[in-house]
């Protein structure tokens, strides 16, 4: 992947965490990551991040959360750059391992993993029938999937609201309905699958982050970011605020167990 065809160059990594903490990409920072894990027992886990980022939630995950190993995957070069670099500070770089992956089918072996993790991330793989049955097949008996993922109402045509904003972004994303995940979820076996709503959560954060954008912060933003690249992200969030407002745009938690 070329430097101009990144989704999450440098630029974008520095503004992202300058919303979410150091070393988030997502919304909700650490206490949201962790929110897709409670009731999960990670002790001793060996953990798969998918969509790694700049690698906070790795470093989190054995850290605080008590796994004892977490590779993480990536498409792009910067974010595991950055990933690395985290592990590295944090002294955890034997229990991390970033690696930097093309787009496909996971490359690892039948039964690898206890927990497959991804924050915020699978949005942008379209075949979410094909990512279910490979996740399941790399997690153990007993093993568990648990993450956060960007979703659409429904699996119509999106509004002229929501294209408006898809457009706004520019970024590859692949949104699809909770019953579509439910359904790859179930279809690859899955069982005690679960779809928690964030939409009226994430609605009070992206209200919030507007605010920080246009406001008292807005100059100090346009400082360290640009003008213009700050003048685009208040109008990309004004539409996103208005997709999640009515519902359209709805993140969920999404979880489900391999059987014994």
């Avoid at 977490?70 to 391992?97: F, H, K, M, N, T």
């Avoid at 996971?106 to 949005?123: E, N, Q, R």
Wanted: hydrophobic share 45%; with cysteine.
């Amino acid at each position: 992947m070329s430097d101009s065809e990144l989704l999450y160059d440098d630029i974008h990594i520095a503004f992202l965490e300058d919303i979410w903490g150091e070393g988030y990409l997502s919304p909700g920072g650490p206490e949201e990551a962790a929110r897709v894990l409670d009731g999960l027992d990670l002790s001793g886990a060996r953990v798969l991040d998918i969509g790694c980022g700049s690698g906070a939630i790795a470093v989190q995950i054995l850290r605080d959360l008590g796994a004892a190993e977490v590779v993480g995957i990536d498409v792009e070069g910067p974010v595991c750059a950055a990933a690395r670099r985290r592990a590295e500070a944090a002294g955890l770089s034997d229990q991390i391992d970033i690696r930097l992956v093309r787009p496909g089918p996971l490359d690892f072996a039948d039964g690898s993993f206890d927990l497959v993790y991804s924050k915020d991330s699978i949005l942008h793989i379209p075949d979410k029938e094909s990512l279910a049955a490979d996740v399941y097949r790399i997690l153990r008996p007993g093993g568990w999937f648990a993450a956060s993922d960007w979703l659409i109402a429904h699996d119509d045509t999106p509004s002229p609201a929501m294209q408006a904003y898809l457009k706004a972004e520019d970024l590859d994303f692949a949104m699809a309905s909770p019953g579509r995940y439910r359904q790859a979820l179930e279809g690859a076996g899955f069982q005690d699958v679960g779809l928690n709503n964030r939409n009226r959560w994430y609605l009070g954060q992206a209200e919030a982050e507007l605010a920080w954008l246009s406001g008292a912060e807005r100059a100090r933003l346009e400082a360290a970011h640009g003008a213009d690249f700050i003048a685009d992200q208040i109008k990309t969030w004004t539409l996103m605020v208005e997709v999640i407002r009515s519902g359209e745009h709805c993140p969920h938690h999404l979880r489900g167990q391999r059987p014994l």
